[in-house]
C-alpha cells in the first residue's frame, strides 16, 4: 500500500507519530556529529573579511574542480572535448570558461555525474521540488547536507532564531488529506519542533482554526512560503485579528517575497519578514541579515551572476563545493537577481518563482504547487493555467521516458492536493516562456496580487 494512503487512514495522533518518528529520522541525517562542527566554522567565517572568504571559496573551488576532472565521467568528458585544463580554473571568474548545466542534462544522463570513488551505500537520495515543472533526483552525502543545514542555521541564528525554538511552519507536504474537512489542520512534528501546518486548507472558513492554533502554541518564528503566510496576513487584517502575543521572526523561502506580500505579513503579525534564497542542490546560497541586507554566502557555493534580458536583471548560476558524491559545476539555477550597480556582489532583490495563486471551487486558495511534479523526471517542462475558478489546466511536455505510469503518478499527485476539483491534463511540445526566458508555473487570472486584495 502507498505510505500515504496509510498515511491519510491513520487518526489524528497517529499521523502526528509519524510526523515525528519522520523528524526524527530527518534531523539524524540534517544533525549529526558533521553539523556542529561546520556549523562552528561558518561562524567563525561570519567576521572574516570579503577577500580572506573569496581566497576560501576559490580554494575550495580548485579542489572540486579537481575531483570533478580525476572522478566524473561528465566533466572528464566536458574538459577533454572542450580543450580546457582543469588546473585554469582558479577562481569565479575562470569558470566561465565552462558550459553552463541545466536540469534537463542532468536529468538525461545522471549516472555520468556519480563520482566514481564513492560507493553507493555512502549516498543519499536528495530531491528538487519542480518549481518548472520538471524535477531532479540526485545522490549526496550526509556531509554535504549537514554542511547544507550549517549553513542555513548560521543565517537563522545570526537573526536570534535558536535551534530549541518551536516554528510554525507552511510548507508545501501534504500533511493533512484534502479529503479533510474538520480542523485541526495542522500536524506534529515533535524532534523538528515545528507545528506544519496544511497549505491545501485555507480558505476563509478554516483560517480562523490556524489563528487559534498559532495562540494554543504561542509560536514565535513563522517559516514558509510567503503565498500561504501572506494569505494568512490577509485574513487576519481583514478580520482585524491581532496575536496575543508577539512572533518574534518570520522567515519564508522556497517562493519569491513580493512586496505586497511582505507589506501585509509585517502589518499582520507586527514583524518585517526575512527571505532565504537557496536550493537543495547547494549550488547557491543567499541570507537576509539582520539589516535586511542580501548576503552570497561566499564561503558555501560558487555564485555567478550572468547579465540577462531585461538589462538590469542577472541570471544565477550555482556551482556546488560540497557534494562530492554528485557534483554540478554551472548549473543554471533558473532565477534571476536585481544587482546594484557597479557592483555585481551586491544584491538588491531576488526575482525568481513568482507564482499565481489557484482558486478552487471551494474557494481555498493554493499558491505552491511545486511538490506535485517531485520526481517527475520524465517531465521536461509543465505549466498550470486557471481561466477561471474550478477550471485547471495542467500542460505537459513529456520527456522520452514519460509513459501512462507516469501519467497515473501526476494524476495522483494532483489529485492529493486538489482533491476532487476538476482539472485536465493537456500535452504540448513546448510551455511558452517569458520575455526573460523563464516559465510562468502558474498562469492564473487570479493572480498574486488580486487575491491580496490589490
Not at 515525528?20 to 561558518?42: C, D, H, M, N, Q
Not at 574542480?65 to 571568474?93: A, R, S
Request: glycine share 6%.
Amino acid at each position: 500500500m502507498d505510505k500515504m494512503i496509510l498515511y491519510n487512514h491513520l487518526p489524528i495522533w497517529g499521523q502526528n507519530f509519524a510526523c515525528s518518528v519522520e523528524g526524527w529520522r530527518i534531523s539524524k541525517t540534517r544533525y549529526g556529529s558533521e553539523f556542529w562542527k561546520y556549523l562552528s566554522a561558518y561562524e567563525s567565517r561570519s567576521s572574516w573579511t570579503y577577500e580572506y572568504l573569496v581566497e576560501f571559496r576559490d580554494k575550495r573551488l580548485r579542489k572540486m574542480v579537481k575531483h570533478c576532472y580525476e572522478t566524473v565521467p561528465y566533466y572528464k568528458q566536458i574538459f577533454d572535448e572542450g580543450g580546457i585544463d582543469p588546473v585554469k580554473i582558479k577562481t569565479l571568474d575562470d569558470l566561465g570558461k565552462l558550459p553552463i548545466l541545466t536540469k534537463s542534462i542532468i536529468n538525461a544522463q545522471p549516472e555520468k555525474f556519480l563520482s566514481t570513488i564513492y560507493p553507493q551505500n555512502q549516498m543519499i537520495v536528495q530531491h528538487t521540488s519542480g518549481t518548472t515543472g520538471t524535477g531532479l533526483v540526485f545522490q549526496s552525502t550526509k556531509k554535504a547536507i549537514c554542511e547544507q543545514w550549517a549553513v542555513w542555521w548560521r543565517y537563522r541564528r545570526s537573526l536570534g532564531i535558536k535551534m530549541d525554538i518551536w516554528c510554525a511552519l507552511f510548507g508545501g507536504r501534504s500533511i493533512v488529506s484534502v479529503s479533510q474537512r474538520k480542523p485541526p489542520y495542522y500536524r506534529i512534528n515533535k524532534p523538528g519542533k515545528q507545528v506544519y501546518f496544511s497549505a491545501y486548507h485555507m480558505s476563509h472558513e478554516s483560517m480562523c482554526y490556524y489563528v487559534e492554533a498559532l495562540e494554543k502554541y504561542h509560536l514565535q518564528w513563522i517559516h514558509g512560503y510567503p503565498s500561504s503566510i501572506s494569505l494568512l496576513a490577509q485574513y487576519m487584517l481583514e478580520n482585524r485579528i491581532r496575536l496575543s502575543y508577539k512572533v518574534k521572526w518570520i522567515t519564508t523561502g522556497a517562493e519569491n517575497l513580493l512586496q505586497y506580500q511582505k507589506d501585509m505579513i509585517q502589518k499582520a503579525f507586527g514583524v518585517e519578514p526575512y527571505q532565504h534564497y537557496g536550493m537543495s542542490e547547494g549550488v547557491a546560497n543567499i541570507s537576509e541579515n539582520a539589516d535586511h541586507q542580501y548576503i552570497i554566502d561566499e564561503d558555501y557555493a560558487c555564485v555567478e551572476f550572468i547579465k540577462d534580458d531585461p538589462a538590469d536583471t542577472y541570471r544565477i548560476i550555482g556551482t556546488n563545493l560540497t557534494n562530492f558524491a554528485m557534483p554540478f559545476l554551472r548549473y543554471e539555477v533558473g532565477d534571476c537577481a536585481q544587482l546594484a550597480e557597479g557592483d555585481r556582489r551586491r544584491i538588491l532583490s531576488i526575482d525568481g518563482r513568482k507564482e499565481d495563486y489557484l482558486v478552487l471551487s471551494n474557494h481555498i486558495k493554493i499558491g505552491r504547487l511545486d511538490h506535485i511534479f517531485k520526481d517527475m523526471t520524465t517531465i521536461k517542462e509543465a505549466q498550470i493555467q486557471q481561466d477561471e475558478e474550478g477550471r485547471i489546466t495542467f500542460f505537459v511536455v513529456k520527456g522520452k521516458a514519460y509513459d501512462i505510469k507516469s501519467e497515473q503518478k501526476l494524476k495522483r499527485e494532483i489529485e492529493e492536493r486538489l482533491g476532487k476539483e476538476p482539472y485536465q491534463i493537456k500535452y504540448t511540445d513546448q510551455i511558452q516562456k517569458t520575455k526573460s526566458g523563464k516559465i510562468r508555473f502558474v498562469v492564473s487570472g487570479r493572480r498574486c496580487d488580486n487575491a491580496a486584495g490589490k
